[in-house]
């Protein structure tokens, strides 16, 4: 049986309406905020005010929204925004949504580097890593680069908008950067890491094809960022990789075989190795025993 559209009811009664259409309750409760014009925080308000009218004004907008997020459509384009490491930014289509999962890399990130450091984010998207970077450490020196000039547009917006000095680069990863760009003393980059047939990729079916896939593995891009990696890192500079979810040991492998030291890899919040790393010294004492992961 077809699910009714929205009626005049009550905040609360349309909250179990949206329900039992299939929305959770979290994604009706953030989507109708967003619409009455309250912050995402304010989840608490809706409880208190569970009787009060559903605005009229807001049904069509309100049903349209529904129906794009029953089709699967991410929250954050629905709502214009994504909280990232504390930050508020603002998303949309020409972007990657940002994941909670990227934020182990920053925290990572900022275990490394000192003020007054250089730091590369190669593959920005919406800024998220590199604006994070920044506001966390604002003596930073931070450049983020983008292969695609609508997600740059992205990024500085955010950046203007969050009043952070971030300079951006158009082009392909290192190919971006000017060319007499001084070395760096991390760089990071979650880029794209899904192999071109893998199954997930129809749950991701909204978001930019070009942000996502890397060749029949999935390690296409990371293979292109560690080999070039060391010709932009100061001499102990590190490089912090983003990948899948079972990518570490494979990931592993490539830093060591380019020569880098100390390679290890982090978990996120669900257990799972989502990045890896490792430090670049052009003569480094190498001892394979010690490059074990944390």
């Known amino acids: 049986m077809k699910s009714p559209h929205l009626v005049p009811a009550t905040l609360g009664q349309t909250l179990i309406t949206l329900q039992t259409r299939g929305l959770n309750r979290l994604d009706a409760q953030l989507l109708l905020l967003h619409l009455l014009d309250k912050p995402a925080n304010q989840r608490g308000w809706l409880l208190s005010h569970d009787d009060e009218p559903l605005p009229p004004t807001i049904i069509t907008a309100l049903e349209a929204l529904?129906?794009?997020?029953?089709a699967g459509e991410p929250l954050a384009?629905?709502?214009g925004h994504k909280e990232f490491f504390g930050l508020d930014l603002q998303v949309d289509a020409r972007?990657?949504?940002?994941?909670?999962?990227?934020?182990?890399?920053v925290s990572w990130a900022l275990e490394l580097l000192e003020d007054q450091q250089r730091v590369l984010d190669l593959g920005t998207g919406s800024g998220a890593i590199a604006l994070a970077l920044k506001a966390s450490q604002p003596e930073l020196h931070v450049q983020a680069t983008d292969f695609s000039a609508e997600a740059?547009?992205?990024a500085q917006a955010n950046a203007q908008r969050l009043k952070l000095d971030v300079s951006f680069h158009q082009g392909a990863w290192f190919a971006a950067l000017p060319t007499s760009e001084p070395p760096f003393d991390c760089i990071v980059a979650n880029p794209p890491y899904i192999a071109e047939l893998d199954?997930?990729?129809?749950a991701l079916n909204f978001e930019p094809a070009q942000a996502l896939t890397s060749g029949p593995d999935g390690l296409d891009d990371l293979r292109l960022i560690i080999?070039?990696?060391?010709?932009?890192l100061a001499p102990g500079g590190w490089l912090l990789l983003?990948?899948?979810?079972?990518?570490a040991p494979a990931v592993r492998d490539l830093l060591t075989a380019a020569g880098f030291a100390q390679v290890q890899s982090r978990q996120d919040l669900a257990?799972?190795?989502?990045?890896?790393?490792?430090?670049?010294?052009?003569?480094?004492?190498?001892?394979?025993d010690h490059d074990q992961p944390h």
């Open 77 to 79: 384009y629905l709502t």
């Open 199 to 202: 199954s997930h990729l129809a």
């Open 242 to 247: 983003e990948h899948g979810y079972d990518q």
């Open 66 to 70: 529904v129906q794009r997020r029953l």
């Open 95 to 105: 972007v990657l949504v940002p994941r909670p999962d990227t934020e182990t890399l």
């Open 271 to 288: 257990g799972i190795e989502r990045c890896s790393g490792g430090q670049f010294n052009p003569t480094p004492q190498h001892h394979p």
């Open 227 to 232: 080999t070039e990696a060391p010709t932009h």
């Open 152 to 154: 740059l547009a992205v």
